[in-house]
């Protein structure tokens, strides 16, 4: 009988202290919201642009010689591509990534200069999963998917204990309710993890909120057929893995739908208000609480999870109001400043 590895707090831990070791703590930044104060983790500032190099360096850290010899093999619309191609680099490790042909310019250019090999693949008729472990299999290599590897989510959870320590320091409160965007439930199931008194809600871009779904239902329920377009590549997920959804079911985690409009508003809000790029799957978490669909209250901690744009999608956000105008689109969630 094989014994799964299970991710754990120890190993969120770990994970923090190893990427400690290489970089500088992501920028925590605050707005008042309703009159009170949130942080925000800018994990959009990270060297890919996005909190994936944090699961993948975990991850590849954890191979042995032969299997940093034999090289990985991932599949990814882009941030988990950039973040296993960064570590590979730094760790002289080949990498091949399964990507969809219609993934964004910006990401896929980014893994390409980072030195990964990529497979394209079309995500309506092919299936990025069986392309990426027949590849594995027929380079004996390591498959390192995106979110359904305990060394993934105990890497991302890093994030979570890294924002508790600037709270900390900043003089804030420990963080109470921690909101972050969710496709496959990584980030969320590593910062479940890491911060077990906090309460964690998992925001979703509408159509494709399968993790709320699943956790209302008790079950894993698939997205459903035919979902509507999104702007959230970073969250097309079709079914949450097991291992995710186990230990987001087991601490309660709870999931809100937010729409494209508005998550458009919460970029230009993230744009004009705290000076940071956030690309549509990185915005889904501010756009819940701008939105008024869940308080803001002290010892909220929000997650920028990846800044990624694509320049011209991102241009035609921005131009949807002048600046003055994005006072206006959070008129409706309340003061802030």
């Not at 988990?80 to 042909?101: C, F, Q, T």
């Not at 985690?253 to 744009?271: D, H, K, L, N, P």
């Not at 939105?291 to 035609?316: F, H, K, Q, T, W």
Request: aromatic fraction near 4%; charged fraction near 20%; proline fraction near 6%.
């Amino acid at each position: 009988m094989t014994i799964v590895r299970q991710p754990t707090r120890a190993g969120v831990r770990d994970a923090a202290a190893k990427i400690a070791a290489i970089l500088p703590p992501s920028p925590l930044l605050t707005a008042s919201i309703r009159g009170v104060t949130v942080a925000f983790k800018a994990e959009c500032l990270q060297p890919v642009g996005a909190f994936k190099l944090r699961g993948a360096w975990h991850r590849l850290t954890a191979l042995d010689e032969r299997g940093r010899q034999k090289g990985v093999v991932a599949f990814s619309s882009g941030n988990h591509a950039l973040g296993i191609a960064w570590a590979a680099r730094r760790l002289g490790i080949p990498a091949v990534i399964v990507m969809p042909s219609d993934a964004p310019r910006v990401k896929r250019e980014g893994t390409l200069a980072l030195g990964a090999e990529i497979v394209a693949y079309d995500r309506r008729t092919e299936n990025r999963e069986k392309i990426a472990a027949h590849l594995a299999h027929s380079r004996d290599a390591t498959l390192v998917p995106s979110f359904d590897d305990p060394w993934v989510i105990e890497g991302q959870g890093s994030a979570a204990i890294e924002a508790a320590q600037q709270m900390s320091s900043m003089g804030l409160d420990t963080p109470k309710r921690i909101l972050l965007p969710c496709g496959g439930g990584g980030l969320a199931a590593g910062t479940a993890l890491a911060l077990s008194d906090a309460e964690v809600t998992v925001v979703e871009p509408e159509g494709w909120d399968d993790m709320r779904c699943s956790l209302e239902a008790g079950w894993i329920e698939p997205v459903g057929e035919n979902p509507p377009e999104t702007a959230c590549d970073a969250l097309m997920t079709n079914e949450v893995s097991p291992l995710t959804f186990d230990v987001l079911s087991r601490r309660g985690v709870t999931g809100i739908a937010v729409s494209e409009a508005e998550i458009r508003t919460a970029q230009r809000w993230a744009a004009f208000q705290l000076r940071v790029v956030v690309e549509p799957g990185g915005a889904v978490a501010l756009a819940a609480l701008l939105a008024g669909r869940i308080a803001a209250e002290p010892g909220m901690l929000v997650m920028l999870s990846g800044g990624n744009v694509d320049p011209d999608a991102y241009a035609g956000v921005l131009g949807e109001h002048e600046a003055p105008g994005i006072a206006e689109d959070a008129a409706a969630a309340g003061e802030y400043s």
